[in-house]
Protein backbone atom coordinates (compact mmCIF):
# COMPACT_ATOMS: atom_id res chain seq x y z
CA UNK A 1 0.00 0.00 0.00
CA UNK A 2 0.87 3.49 -0.75
CA UNK A 3 -0.04 6.70 1.21
CA UNK A 4 0.87 10.35 0.07
CA UNK A 5 -0.11 13.21 1.30
CA UNK A 6 0.61 16.97 1.22
CA UNK A 7 2.50 18.83 4.08
CA UNK A 8 2.37 22.52 4.93
CA UNK A 9 5.68 23.80 6.95
CA UNK A 10 5.79 27.65 7.41
CA UNK A 11 3.30 27.91 4.50
CA UNK A 12 5.72 25.90 1.98
CA UNK A 13 4.24 22.80 0.52
CA UNK A 14 5.65 19.31 0.37
CA UNK A 15 4.33 16.02 -0.82
CA UNK A 16 4.97 13.35 1.79
CA UNK A 17 4.51 9.59 0.90
CA UNK A 18 5.04 6.11 2.46
CA UNK A 19 5.77 2.88 0.91
CA UNK A 20 4.16 0.13 3.21
CA UNK A 21 6.68 -2.69 2.02
CA UNK A 22 7.20 -6.75 3.81
CA UNK A 23 8.91 -6.26 6.98
CA UNK A 24 9.91 -2.27 5.85
CA UNK A 25 8.26 1.24 5.03
CA UNK A 26 9.64 3.76 3.13
CA UNK A 27 9.57 7.36 3.72
CA UNK A 28 10.32 10.25 1.83
CA UNK A 29 9.10 13.95 1.89
CA UNK A 30 9.67 16.16 -1.11
CA UNK A 31 9.51 19.38 -3.19
CA UNK A 32 10.20 20.52 -6.62
CA UNK A 33 14.56 20.79 -5.17
CA UNK A 34 14.93 18.28 -3.44
CA UNK A 35 13.92 15.64 -0.81
CA UNK A 36 14.63 13.43 2.97
CA UNK A 37 14.05 10.00 2.84
CA UNK A 38 14.11 6.88 5.59
CA UNK A 39 17.40 4.99 5.77
CA UNK A 40 16.98 2.89 2.36
CA UNK A 41 18.56 6.08 0.85
CA UNK A 42 21.88 5.66 -0.76
CA UNK A 43 23.73 8.89 -0.38
CA UNK A 44 26.74 7.43 -1.61
CA UNK A 45 25.08 6.52 -4.79
CA UNK A 46 23.55 9.61 -5.24
CA UNK A 47 27.38 11.47 -4.38
CA UNK A 48 29.38 8.83 -6.77
CA UNK A 49 27.64 7.58 -9.14
CA UNK A 50 24.64 9.85 -10.27
CA UNK A 51 26.53 12.88 -8.96
CA UNK A 52 25.85 14.48 -12.92
CA UNK A 53 22.06 14.45 -11.40
CA UNK A 54 22.92 17.07 -8.35
CA UNK A 55 20.09 15.62 -6.12
CA UNK A 56 19.15 17.32 -3.27
CA UNK A 57 18.63 14.72 -0.58
CA UNK A 58 19.22 13.92 3.04
CA UNK A 59 19.09 10.11 4.43
CA UNK A 60 17.48 9.78 8.40
CA UNK A 61 18.12 6.60 9.55
CA UNK A 62 15.46 4.70 12.18
CA UNK A 63 12.46 6.26 11.15
CA UNK A 64 8.88 4.51 11.38
CA UNK A 65 6.48 7.66 10.31
CA UNK A 66 6.57 10.76 8.19
CA UNK A 67 6.32 12.59 11.44
CA UNK A 68 9.18 11.07 13.01
CA UNK A 69 11.19 11.35 9.53
CA UNK A 70 10.61 15.51 10.05
CA UNK A 71 12.13 15.63 13.53
CA UNK A 72 15.02 13.11 13.07
CA UNK A 73 18.10 13.95 12.98
CA UNK A 74 19.90 13.52 8.84
CA UNK A 75 22.38 10.72 9.10
CA UNK A 76 23.82 11.70 6.04
CA UNK A 77 23.23 14.12 2.94
CA UNK A 78 24.24 14.88 -0.55
CA UNK A 79 27.34 17.23 -1.40
CA UNK A 80 24.46 18.63 -3.69
CA UNK A 81 22.32 19.61 -0.23
CA UNK A 82 25.72 20.84 1.47
CA UNK A 83 25.15 24.12 -1.14
CA UNK A 84 21.84 24.55 0.02
CA UNK A 85 23.51 24.89 3.83
CA UNK A 86 21.58 21.04 4.70
CA UNK A 87 24.24 19.48 7.07
CA UNK A 88 24.81 16.15 8.85
CA UNK A 89 22.76 15.95 12.10
CA UNK A 90 20.03 18.73 10.78
CA UNK A 91 16.83 17.89 11.63
CA UNK A 92 14.07 16.71 8.89
CA UNK A 93 12.08 19.65 8.63
CA UNK A 94 14.56 22.68 9.29
CA UNK A 95 16.65 20.73 6.01
CA UNK A 96 13.11 20.83 4.23
CA UNK A 97 13.48 24.77 4.60
CA UNK A 98 16.30 25.00 3.28
CA UNK A 99 15.17 23.54 0.17
CA UNK A 100 12.66 26.41 -0.60
Known amino acids: MISTETLTI ?6 AVTV ?7 LTISNDIGYIMC ?3 DVGLLNERLADRKIVAGRAVGV ?8 APLESVT ?6 GIVKGMIGE ?6 I
Open 10 to 15: QGHIFN
Open 20 to 26: YLPKTTL
Open 39 to 41: GAL
Open 64 to 71: KTIDELLK
Open 79 to 84: FEAEKY
Open 94 to 99: EALLKM
